[in-house]
């Protein structure tokens, strides 16, 4: 989403931002007005219509939206959330597969009103909570991403950090405990209108449908944990509540007294350590269980960098061979799991029963080999660009043998040359990685 926000509402971002810095004790009031400012919902909602995705509830399409009249549609949302009017929908959950490609993950769905009022309280709350997360955060924060915390890690284990608490949390979103959240977020908002609205989509009901096609509802006012992935203020929510286990890391000097790097992207968190490294996930597993959460135990593990592999964020570090020399490094590459999921994709894409003409074909293609190549650029990636290329090429060639219904197998009127040539198929293998970002 490259969506450049407006000066005015930058501005504002910049006064509380600075405001919020200068003094960590100050609760702000007076923030709910600025959720229903003109700009501000104009600005959600282009942010929103970027963003995409499918209908919540109501069935509401953004077309649906645009052709009755977009201007209306905001004014009287507008009305809506300036009266107090305003009351959240229930949530469309849906079951996607996990990347693993083990189990299902719930994803709930607000409706599109929801989505951009969610979003303009997050233009506004956002910077007074961005003045308080710690560096070892990197999840769903302005100029900050995955790839920055893959980095991080890295540079970690080659400065010698190498005693590793492999963490998962069980079903963070699901399980955030509404009251301690609530006091998280009271501690820097004392606008109780702001509150009673994070609290109304903390406690929206969640519709699910069955393969009978049969509606069945849950959470509602009943409800006292979890907040719906989906949502759009679920992340800065989830990152509120994740910091209270961060500043714990920091003020007990867990940091100091293991000579410890913590690195947290959303639920998932690694933290790498020069010595006592049990001691450190035993004190993780206590305070965890102090704030409401639980560790996943048959996912979190120890491990030794210069041993012992593991995953994180769809990478692998660990201990590798070159090649040429057959010398052994530290190093980080793709993880088998992600190279799995661009081969289902690319397969997914090129189904049997897919009739769309070949320049749509290729260009929904090539965009999915983009995104995963432009993420996994860091590390040694050329073997597995190599196995993803080879996988591309053979699924297109049996995909077009196929389409024409040729005899044979399809290598000489499909040769590699001519499917990464003339057909106009991206090849991994000829993708340059994107330069480093500073910060």
Known sequence: ???????????????????????????????????????????????????????GVDGETFADIEAAGRDRWLGDLREEVRTGRYTPQPVRRVLIPKASGVGQRPLGIPTIRDRVVQRAAVLVLEP????????????????????????QVSRAIDEGHTEVVDADLSKYFDTIPHSALMTSVARRVSDGQMLRLIKQW??????????????????????????????VASPLLANIYMHRFIKAFRQHGLDRRYDAVLVNYADDFVILCR???????????????????????????????????????????????SPRTGGRYNGVRPSQKAVASIRDAIRRRLR?????????????LNRTVRGWCSYFSYGTVTKARHDVTLHLYHTVRRFLRRRHKLAG???????????????????????????????
């Open 352 to 364: 049997p029963g897919n009739q769309a003409p070949w320049e749509d074909v290729a260009r929904t």
């Open 202 to 231: 903390l406690k929206a009901p969640v519709v699910e449908t069955d393969e009978m096609g049969n509606r069945r509802m849950s959470g509602g006012k009943k409800a006292t944990r979890g907040t719906p992935q989906g949502g």
């Open 1 to 55: 989403m490259s969506l450049s926000t407006p000066d005015t509402i930058r501005r504002l971002q910049r006064t509380l931002y600075v405001t919020a810095k200068q003094a960590p004790a100050r609760r702000f009031h007076g923030l709910f007005d600025k959720v229903w400012r003109d700009d501000i919902l104009a600005h959600a909602y282009a942010l929103s219509r970027a963003n995409g995705g499918a209908p």
């Open 128 to 151: 007074i909570f961005e003045a308080d997360f710690d560096d070892a955060a990197y999840g769903y924060r302005p100029k900050r991403g995955a790839l920055d915390a893959v980095r």
């Open 275 to 321: 010595h006592g490294a049990a001691e450190v996930l035993e004190t993780t597993r206590r305070w965890m269980t102090r704030i409401g959460l639980a560790l996943n135990e048959d996912k979190t593990r120890l491990r030794d960098a210069r041993c012992d592999a593991f995953d994180f964020l769809g990478y692998t570090f660990g201990p590798m061979y």
């Open 409 to 439: 197998s399809g290598y000489r009127r499909f040769p590699m040359p001519v499917v990464f040539g003339e057909l106009g198929v991206v090849s991994p293998l000829a993708l340059s990685r994107p330069p480093l970002r500073t910060r």
